[in-house]
């Protein structure tokens, strides 16, 4: 990894200092591009900020504090003791990223108050964000936290109500799997009692876009919002610290069963998450928005060079439904040889074991069934360049970290997937961070499943290559009825995907119109067209990504699984294309010397007029997957061609419903 480019700068531009007015201090702080603006008011009782991006209000008066069990609260009843303003300029370039560059610049304003405490804002080009920094050195326990975003109007809202779920027979909304579809309602319908995960999408006016969320969340409960009195307001609300866990579900996970009247504990100084507004002009610049990446704690190493992205043949999806073979398919030996094999033959990089390869409801990882010869299958993916990646249960894993990452590290498994962890509390999220820290320490990958939305982690330990918190193809396997996984697919990249990538799992070879479709567990089949599926390797940003379907399958449709295999995981550039929230996205992507281009739309059919201008001088030639004439009776129609790019760089490609295309660009 180049070295990160520093360049401080303390200057006044785009940056106001204080002002008095009526015993109040006002503060503004803008973008380099000088488009949005945060303005600050410390009150006698409390601190206010407001966001505008040009002439329009996005988010009005706000007030936000913290209270605590044993120390004074902060921004209430505030004290300024000083501020100082600077601007940054500087290139962050990831290891692992959907792009080599990420340009960071910002202008930033710190409040110092007297009670141990500052307050920072930071504005970018691309959004906004505040964090509180306490500076006491004393242990402390965190009461509440105040996140307020007031709207100026009843915007309408996109947002994921957290599915909570049973326990004790009640339901406990923060015991949650973070895989919800959206509702797109004006704010004021908020469901009563409903709290949402973020992020969340907020629409403005002149069609600008506000999308909440958090970044550098390492030992702090995650935020939800939720609006509790029905009107145009959003507020932050945080899991209680859990005082009573029991091991449940196979002994995978721990279930909060009781919690403390606070939601933090801290032993002395301490930076607390950011606060995050993304904004966009334009929908489509929401899925090339780098505000969490640029918000979070830098690497924590420097030596990148044993991380390895890439593609999984994924076993669980297709339930084990290898065909044509002499064995008796399933959790064994010979079925993950099939699978190595498989993946060998089509350049894929890993073969997952997923969850049965070890001793069900003893969490002990370390105790492996007799079907599974695992130093065995270790020894066979070598011979062949696969590397293994072994599923675990949260709960098992936690209880011996370290024995259970030295152990198999030692054994040649290359990283874990780990599952079932359903919570956000502090005590959870600290969990991420250790086993971050544990995994890295041996050189393993981290792809955590059954977790929340990613909030920077990904930066700080950049073998933490993948988290779920979608509502990804899995789903289908037992969708109900009214399930829309193609609307999803064209929200969730505006939403979910700012917040960093993504663990949805794509891939199916059955392929099926809305009429057609079927919930079936054991031969599970996709939503849309088979180029909606192809489509998602390049819209869906994940460095190490599954291919979801059984071999058998992918073997039986050789032209599409070799375009997938080729397919890079992570990028030099990207540019998104065009895209309206909910109802189409296309993205383009570039790898060395070769551009990607994916489009997906939702149950209407659509023409994308693309513009590939990007490509510069020469002459191109462009591979193309698109929906097939019958596409729209048939999910699994299309057609490939190889045509020129003519030289207006003008391209139209027609989506059948719920359909999409992909495009390989080359010189010639």
Not at 96 to 122: A, C, H, M, P, S
Not at 199 to 218: F, M, Q, R, W, Y
Not at 389 to 408: P, Q, S, T
């Amino acid at each position: 990894m180049r070295k990160i480019l520093q360049l401080c700068i303390i200057a006044l531009s785009g940056i106001a200092f204080a002002q008095t007015i009526n015993a109040q201090k006002e503060f503004s702080v803008k973008s380099p591009n000088k488009k949005l603006e945060i303005s600050v008011v410390i009150n006698k009782e409390n601190v206010e900020y407001c966001v505008r991006h040009e002439k329009d209000l996005l988010i009005d008066k706000s007030p936000i504090s913290m209270t605590f069990t044993n120390m004074e609260p902060f921004g209430i009843n505030p004290k300024l003791a000083k501020s100082n303003t600077r601007s940054y300029s500087g290139v962050i370039h990831p290891p692992l990223y959907r792009k080599n560059e990420i340009v960071d610049n910002y202008n930033e304003l710190t409040l110092q108050f007297k009670g141990n405490y500052n307050l920072i804002f930071r504005a970018y080009d691309d959004g906004v964000a505040y964090r509180f920094v306490s500076t006491a050195k004393k242990a402390f326990m965190v009461e509440s936290e105040q996140v307020t975003f007031n709207f100026p109007t009843d915007n309408k809202i996109y947002a994921p109500y957290a599915k909570g779920r049973k326990n004790d027979g009640v339901t406990d909304p923060f015991y949650s799997a973070f895989q919800s579809t959206y509702v797109h309602i004006p704010l004021s319908e908020w469901k009563k009692g409903e709290i949402a995960f973020a992020p969340v999408l907020v629409e403005c006016a002149n069609n600008k876009k506000v999308c909440i969320t958090e970044a550098d969340l390492l030992n702090y409960p995650g935020m939800y919002l939720h609006n509790k009195e029905g009107n145009t307001s959003l507020e932050g609300i945080f899991a209680a610290y859990p005082k009573v866990i029991k091991q449940e579900v196979r002994g995978l996970k721990g279930v909060v069963k009781e919690r403390e009247s606070y939601i933090a504990k801290h032993e002395g100084a301490t930076n607390f998450p950011w606060r995050v507004i993304a904004v966009s002009e334009n929908d489509f610049e929401l899925v090339n928005n780098d505000m969490i990446y640029k918000l979070a704690t830098p690497a924590q190493f420097t030596d990148y060079s044993w991380i390895k992205p890439g593609k999984v043949a994924w076993d669980w999806w297709n339930d084990w439904n290898i065909y044509n073979v002499d064995f008796h398919a399933g959790i064994n030996t010979e079925t993950y040889k099939y699978y190595i094999d498989f993946a060998s033959e089509y350049g894929l990089e890993y073969v997952i074991l997923d969850e049965g390869w070890s001793v069900a409801e003893k969490a002990d990882l370390l105790l492996i069934v007799p079907e599974i010869d695992l130093e065995e299958i270790i020894r066979y993916a070598k011979s062949k360049n696969v590397d293994i990646i072994l599923w675990a249960g949260y709960y098992a894993f936690a209880k011996n970290m370290d024995e259970v990452c030295r152990h198999y590290a030692a054994m040649g498994v290359k990283g874990f997937k780990l599952d079932f962890m359903d919570r956000d509390d502090q005590l959870m999220v600290d969990f991420h961070h250790r086993a971050a820290q544990a995994t890295a320490k041996y050189k393993l990958l981290l792809d955590f499943h059954g977790t929340y939305k990613p909030t920077g982690l990904q930066r700080t330990y950049p073998n933490v290559i993948n988290f779920e918190g979608v509502f990804g193809l899995e789903e289908l396997k037992w969708a109900k009825k009214e399930t829309d996984m193609v609307t999803y697919d064209v929200t969730m990249p505006f939403i979910r995907m700012v917040a960093g990538p993504l663990d949805y799992t794509q891939g199916a070879m059955d392929n099926r119109t809305k009429e057609n479709f079927a919930a079936i567990y054991k031969e599970p089949m996709s939503q849309g067209t088979r180029c909606r599926q192809l489509a998602a390797y390049i819209i869906f940003d994940s460095p190490i990504i599954m291919m979801c379907d059984a071999p058998t399958n992918y073997m039986k449709e050789e032209e599409c699984t070799r375009f997938i295999a080729d397919i890079p995981t992570i990028w030099d550039k990207t540019i998104p294309l065009n895209g309206k929230v909910s109802e189409y996205v296309t993205i383009a992507r570039q790898k060395s010397n070769i551009w990607y281009v994916g489009s997906m739309t939702d149950w209407n059919a659509r023409t994308e007029n693309l513009d590939l201008s990007f490509l510069g001088d020469g002459d191109f030639k462009a591979e193309i997957f698109k929906d097939g004439i019958n596409a729209d009776r048939v999910g699994r129609d299309y057609k490939r061609e190889v045509t020129d790019i003519p030289a207006s760089r003008k391209l139209s490609v027609p989506m059948a419903p719920g359909g999409g295309f992909v495009m390989k660009i080359y010189k010639q």
